[in-house]
């Protein structure tokens, strides 16, 4: 196929490209900034990021993707388009790109996001399955006849599987991951304290305090927020113990997806899993003590695989580079003209 070859890792919190022979080129939060009367294109990733709840009336700033799918069409295209343009400069021929999505996305959403990419410029599009690009980017050996078990725990869901040879033998996926665990922070300090806090704050206690097991040694940060009886600005101490408190039912939420997923594994796949333990992936996976606390419910090795965040999109490049693998598995890059009547 001529032009060049993309994989986009289309997140709820993040935003990934590779490029075929370059690597990783992009990484940015799924977010976007416009003005609300021209409606003109102010900002996107890092800096749209910082003003959440931070912009004033005239500026609407929009998170995309919710839950792993689209939530705004024009919105990602109008980002995809700009980062897309970005990359390709003045190119004669128009990229090629496959992008990744939850395992249980519907039909609908599966055709919403190839005509979304082909909008914003490709040429040709295909979509891969999270968990399935995860492994590969985990390094796992997925050709052979065993079972390998993946936990991709993004930012909107988390994706469960069971792989062998190149392929999806059964998945699940529940809409509980890094989101869910900002949120749940959130409630937490509203409910014992009192105090309200931004998104922000809570995904940076997420990211300082947070683990999903008790901790041996307490530390605790300061927190700034507004009190939500009186309304009026607040400082107050938070420890580790309360963001492991807070974050316990999510926590647990997703031991029982990856645990019901388990349970309905054939036993001959059931016997390798065993063996060969859970990996898990994905920036949500990286919250502290998570893969333990995984092993320790299911009594099995459970894992982080190295550079987890970057897993799906690396698994992204390895289909660029081995389009035969593709082909196998029945993915099937289609222009802006084919995707009408898209049924796969």
């Known amino acids: 196929m001529p032009g060049i070859n993309i994989g986009i890792d289309l997140g709820t919190t993040s935003i990934i490209i590779y490029v075929e022979n370059e690597g990783i080129v992009l990484s940015e939060p799924s977010v976007a900034a416009y003005d609300v009367d021209s409606g003109e294109l102010i900002a996107l990733g890092d800096y749209a990021k910082s003003m959440i ?9 929009v998170c995309p993707m919710r ?3 689209i939530s705004d069409f024009g919105v990602t295209e109008t980002m995809l388009r700009y980062y897309i343009k970005k990359i390709c400069g003045n190119r004669i021929f128009k990229p090629n790109i496959i ?3 939850p395992s249980s996305v519907t039909n609908l959403e599966r055709r919403t996001v190839l005509d979304v990419v082909t909008s914003s410029g490709a040429g040709k599009a295909c979509v891969i399955e ?3 690009a995860a492994a590969i980017g985990a390094g796992l050996d997925i050709k052979r006849p065993g079972g390998h078990r993946v936990a991709d725990i993004g930012g909107g869901t988390s994706d469960i599987a069971v792989i062998t040879m190149d392929s ?5 996926s529940v809409r509980i991951a890094g989101d869910a665990f900002d949120t749940a922070i959130q409630r937490y300090c509203r409910r014992e304290r009192d105090v309200l806090i931004g998104m922000p704050t809570a995904e940076r206690l997420k990211t300082v305090l947070g683990c999903a097991y008790l901790p041996e040694e307490e530390i605790a940060v300061s927190v700034k927020g507004k009190h939500y009886l009186t309304g009026m600005p607040v400082s107050f101490e938070i420890t580790s113990t309360e963001i492991y408190l807070a ?4 926590v647990e939420a997703i031991g029982d997806a990856i645990k019901d997923v388990l349970e309905r594994t054939p036993p001959e796949l059931a016997n390798d899993i065993f063996t060969s333990g859970l990996v898990i992936t994905g920036g949500g996976g990286m919250l502290r003590g998570l893969a ?5 419910k299911l009594k099995i090795t459970a894992r982080l695989a190295p550079d987890a965040i970057n897993c799906v999109v690396k698994g992204t490049g390895y289909a660029l580079r081995n389009m035969q693998f593709l082909e196998d598995n029945g993915y099937v890059f289609k222009n802006r003209e084919q995707i009408t009547g898209y049924t796969e």
């Open 168 to 172: 999806i033998a059964l998945s699940d």
């Open 67 to 69: 839950e792993g799918v």
């Open 292 to 296: 333990k606390a995984m092993g320790e």
């Open 99 to 101: 992008v990744s999505m």
């Open 247 to 250: 974050l316990r039912e999510q």
């Open 130 to 132: 999270e968990p399935l």
């Open 53 to 61: 709840e931070k912009a004033p009336d005239t500026i609407r700033v």
